[in-house]
């Protein structure tokens, strides 16, 4: 992506700060693949490591992950242990599973993925994150603001998501901090795809890792769903459209 764009990034974040000590990103990988969790990753950037030289450097190849190759994604993956190590940024990966996306649905499952995501981040680093909908006090003030960080999500406003944010679309294309939490969302839950392709062979979870790819596709005819695949979105796979699937693939 080269550094020019990557100081683009965090030119972009600058106006989202707000004052605090730490901007964190939030984004989530795996939202519509037809198996496996979805995952989110939270990355908080410390203030003053926008201006730092170095810290831009490191991040050159940084850029929505969806963007980006593989292999590409796994060395930023290891940029940012690195970052973290040295203080300049801490992140974290939240999961919601299979069960929760079929009882609360995918959206209400990647709010909890995030929200378990920035907890994490929140309770190790004593963020003070506000509340998202902090009632005021009895004589109508606002109550005390102590917060040490802003919260950008990628996308639209979450309405259940518990902390206060500010959302921006394609955020992952926009915001450094958004961007690199594409990174941790994408390589976290991939590693987990990786694993999972192992206990369930026959579906090829380590190339599509999940997603509905014509590979995937054929293999659900062959052998049906199994543990992981997420009902409801399978329904959407009937009928015609599963039809039409199965003539492209099969020639029949």
Not at 44 to 72: G, P
Not at 77 to 91: I, P, Q, T
Request: aromatic share 8%.
């Amino acid at each position: 992506m080269g550094q020019s764009a990557v100081k683009r990034l965090a030119d972009f974040d600058a106006d989202y700060v707000g004052g605090r000590a730490f901007l964190v990103g939030i984004d989530e990988a795996g939202r519509g693949c037809l198996a496996g969790p979805v995952c989110a990753g939270a990355v908080a950037i410390k203030e003053s490591s926008y201006s730092n030289e170095k810290f831009l450097a490191a991040l050159k190849l940084l850029n929505d992950s969806k963007k980006l190759s593989e292999r590409t994604r796994e060395e930023l993956y290891g940029v940012l242990e690195s970052l973290k190590n040295s203080g300049h940024l801490d992140f974290e990966a939240g999961f919601a599973s299979v069960e929760e996306i079929e009882v609360h649905n995918i959206l209400s499952a990647t709010q909890t993925a995030m929200a378990r995501a920035a907890e994490k981040l929140n309770e190790r680093m004593g963020l003070k994150l506000r509340k998202a909908g902090q009632a005021a006090t009895l004589f109508g003030e606002v109550s005390a603001d102590f917060s040490r960080a802003e919260i950008i999500i990628d996308g639209k406003p979450m309405k259940k998501f518990p902390y206060a944010h500010m959302a921006v679309v394609k955020g992952d294309a926009s915001s450094l901090a958004v961007a690199a939490a594409s990174i941790v969302a994408k390589v976290s839950r991939d590693r987990l795809m990786d694993g999972l392709a192992k206990e369930y062979p026959r579906y090829g979870f380590e190339a599509h890792k999940g997603y509905g790819t014509a590979q995937h596709l054929q293999a659900l005819m062959l052998y049906g769903p199994c543990e992981i695949h997420r009902p409801s979105f399978l329904k959407k796979l009937r009928g015609d459209t599963l039809e039409n699937k199965q003539t492209e693939l099969w020639g029949a």
